[in-house]
């Protein structure tokens, strides 16, 4: 075991409890959930549609505020963090959603780059040099210069992933990535985010459905009605 383990985990999550709306239409969606992940780890969520999975990953992304427990990105506490303090906590994190939300009217580089504009520290020639180089490493280097349209269903997923790791985030959320995708695309793509977050250390919590790719998972929890229900360590859970 490791010692100082609090600095090991790149997400710490206490007794965190979560609802939506106000009086009478509040509606309690997570109740109770812990959950720690280390830094490095690849962590599959599963769950029923409505399980509150999508919740838990934009509380974790900081995509919105914490309202009851604890819940610790690289040590910060997002529970009744401010506006500013979310935002400085996002800067950590990658993000790629079922839909691949690309800019339309942006190639794939450009798409790309803009996972480094938020960002405001490079300049133009290394923005355009780390956005080729990561999308050649997701198979894409003949297609910089594509336009959404004229990419594929996985081609554009492949751009959405080098957007999100592009800036070498500590943390890549994923929200059902191969949802939209045949079954070799969708395996292609997560085999891609296990490749860059394994040579990067990012940790990746990423919520599926797809039972084809629980194996590029350290682990698997699963979500039942706004609970955590077990921890499985994969390979018990491959079977
Ligand atoms: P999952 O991703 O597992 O399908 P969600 O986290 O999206 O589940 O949703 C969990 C529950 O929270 C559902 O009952 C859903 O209707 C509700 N919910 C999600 N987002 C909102 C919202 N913005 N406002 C009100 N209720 C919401
Ligand atoms: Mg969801």
Known sequence: MPKNIDTDLAISIHNLDHSFGQGQLRKQVLFDINLEISKGEIVIMTGPSGSGKTTVLTLVGGLRSAQSGSLKILGQELCGATKEQLVQARRHNGYIFQAH??????????????GLEVHGFYSRSEMIRRSAEILEEVGLG????????????????????????????????????????????????????????????????????DNRILDVADRIVHMEDGRLANNILNGSAAA
């Open 142 to 209: 003949e297609h910089l210069n594509y336009y959404p349209k004229n990419l594929s269903g996985g081609q554009k997923q492949r751009v959405a992933i080098a957007r999100a790791l592009v800036s070498e985030p500590d943390i890549v959320l994923a929200d059902e990535p191969t949802a939209a995708l045949d079954k070799k695309s969708g395996r292609d793509v997560v085999n891609i985010m296990q490749k860059l977050a394994k040579e990067r250390g990012c940790t990746i919590l990423m919520v599926t459905h």
């Open 101 to 114: 939300n690309l800019h339309r009217s942006l190639t794939a580089i450009q798409n790309v780059q803009m």
